[in-house]
């Protein structure tokens, strides 16, 4: 039986300038990712809080 992926990608927007959302299975919490050219990064996505934002996990795809 294969394992599942505890990171899925739900959002993804470009080609060159590349931006997508990614969604810990375990915890929720969101992570956006930004790539131009050779370099990129990740970072926690926040709310207008400054909170984490956070995918209840019956709401993530399978």
């Known amino acids: 039986m294969k394992d599942i992926d505890r990171f899925v990608r739900t959002y993804i927007q470009g080609?060159?300038?590349?931006?997508?959302?990614?969604?810990?299975?375990?915890?929720?919490?969101?992570?956006?990712?930004?790539?131009?050219?050779?370099?990129?990064g990740l970072t926690v996505l926040l709310d207008q809080d400054g909170k984490p934002v956070v995918t209840p996990q019956m709401d993530l795809p399978y």
């Open 15 to 40: 080609r060159v300038n590349v931006m997508e959302i990614w969604v810990d299975r375990e915890t929720g919490v969101n992570y956006i990712y930004h790539a131009a050219g050779y370099s990129g």
